[in-house]
């Protein structure tokens, strides 16, 4: 686990009592604030040593802090036993917490919301990239039922993430008048919907009903215009016979008469004058 540290840093701050070590679990949102959290351990020109956790995808940024701040980092070695389940272990008693109170709930997932955007924002992105960034252990390491919907997750695997099958929307605040609150905004929030939801049934319903009365009076004007074209096309072969003299004019009228009686559109027809057989 690669960590610093550092010594006799001549920063003195007279007014704050001097720290023998200083932990840092990620990197700074700028990379010249380093110096100034290692130096809260070496204040009044005293020594003191800083720690700095880093991930296996973040080890370029002890090349990059030793030539752009011109500070070694020293690996150091950590006496940690893996597969006894420790972390798991934390991490269940997180949850659990968690699960009672909603104030640990919402704490864990403020840490982890302000943890992601400034990992997102540092300006040493190039050798600590997002994209490496292993979000579920983070989750799991913030001790979170769900992951929170980011748009900068929109290209993670977040498959691994064990999430909780809890309702978080049951855990109360333990501060009882802030519980009471937040069940009136529900209270709200639900009616509200109900409200909502009621105006969109009624708003569909009258849809329904006018597409429905549209739909009538296209398929009524379609079948009207269809039988109006029927009936001209028959009234011109009637016509047509007439002029070739295959048809009696006595013979045309009767059967132009029986057009009328079914239509009224041959009633609109040109008439063309014709002399009598």
Known sequence: MPSIEMNKFNICKTYKKAQNNAIEQKCTVSFSWFVHRAGRSARCGKVGNNVLFLTPEETAYVEFIEKYEKVSLIEMEANLK???????????????????????????????????????????NVVCSFKDLDVTGYGHAYGL???????????????????????????????????KRRQEKLLLLKTKDKSVEKAGRTQKKWLDTTQASKNSAKKRRHSETKENIDDIASDFVLLKKLKKGRLKKKEYDELMADNSAGGQQAAHLPRVGLSSD
Do not use: W
Request: proline share 3%; glycine share 6%.
């Open 82 to 124: 893996e597969g006894n389940g420790g972390a798991e272990q934390i991490r269940q008693h997180i949850i659990e917490m968690a699960s009672k109170e909603r104030e640990i709930l919402e704490c864990g997932t403020r840490a982890f919301l302000s943890f992601v955007e400034s990992y997102v924002r540092h300006d040493c």
């Open 145 to 179: 039922l769900r992951l929170p919907r980011m748009k900068e997750f929109h290209r993670s695997d977040l498959s691994k993430f064990k999430r909780s099958e809890l309702n978080t929307s049951e855990i109360p605040y333990k501060n009882a008048e802030k519980e």
